[in-house]
T-cell receptor, first 113, second 119 residues
Framework: AAGVIQSPRHLIKEKRETATLKCYPISRHDTVYWYQQGPGQDPQFLISFYEKMQSDKGSIPDRFSAQQFSDYHSELNMSSLELGDSALYFC????????????FGPGTRLTVT | AQKITQTQPGMFVQEKEAVTLDCTYDTSDQSYGLFWYKQPSSGEMIFLIYQGSYDEQNATEGRYSLNFQKARKSANLVISASQLGDSAMYFCAMREGPLGSGNTGKLIFGQGTTLQVKP
């Protein structure tokens, strides 16, 4: 079965630009999570969606927004990019209320110059 | 306070030997879940094994097993018969609380342990 798909895999942007990261969850997974992993850091939870509604919010900057669409894919929009936003951004998906299942995509490596 | 603690920044193991990666956690919830992920140098996050707080048996998945000691709040990962391809960063993560009732299942990660397998 296909895993979580993220695009693009690599992205280079300049300061103050915007970026959009996309995530396509595993089929029949209706919950999507976004995590940010800075260099040498552990992943930090940003935001999650269940059935197209935001379900939880973590340490996500106000410059970032996200949504989940009717086909369950999700997009993370990042504006006014800063050097500190350079990180690996993971999307993960799970079926709602299924313990023990949270699968990560390959990540999008964002570099802000 | 750190919710998930991995005290071993780096570990070495000889090929074909077993290795234990430590993980301790802190939660006041009775229901929670513990995950282990592998992150090779290529960056992807690979799910290895899961243990629910109410699971009486230690979880096993192939060469991976989880040594779950609830009273000690530890969930150590045991990798048997190490292979060169096991060289990677390993993260322990926790989902606090039962799913539902506003709990969405977000994970809290430890700092990770870098494992190097020697030939």
């Amino acid at each position: 079965a296909a895993g979580v798909i993220q695009s693009p895999r690599h992205l280079i942007k300049e300061k103050r630009e915007t970026a959009t990261l996309k995530c396509y969850p595993i089929s029949r997974h209706d919950t999507v999570y976004w995590y940010q992993q800075g260099p040498g850091q552990d992943p930090q939870f940003l935001i999650s969606f269940y059935e197209k509604m935001q379900s939880d919010k973590g340490s996500i900057p106000d410059r970032f927004s996200a949504q989940q669409f009717s086909d369950y894919h999700s997009e993370l929009n990042m504006s006014s990019l800063e050097l500190g936003d350079s990180a690996l951004y993971f999307c993960a998906s799970s079926p709602a209320f299924q313990e023990g299942e949270q699968y990560f995509g390959p990540g999008t490596r964002l570099t802000v110059t | 306070a750190q919710k998930i603690t991995q005290t071993q920044p780096g570990m070495f193991v000889q090929e074909k030997e077993a290795v234990t990666l430590d993980c301790t956690y802190d939660t006041s919830d009775q229901s929670y879940g513990l995950f282990w992920y592998k992150q090779p140098s290529s960056g992807e996050m690979i799910f290895l094994i899961y243990q629910g707080s109410y699971d009486e048996q230690n979880a096993t998945e192939g060469r991976y097993s989880l040594n779950f000691q609830k009273a000690r709040k530890s969930a150590n990962l045991v990798i048997s018969a190490s292979q060169l391809g096991d060289s990677a960063m390993y993260f322990c993560a926790m989902r606090e609380g039962p799913l539902g009732s506003g709990n969405t299942g977000k994970l809290i990660f430890g700092q990770g342990t870098t494992l190097q397998v020697k030939p």
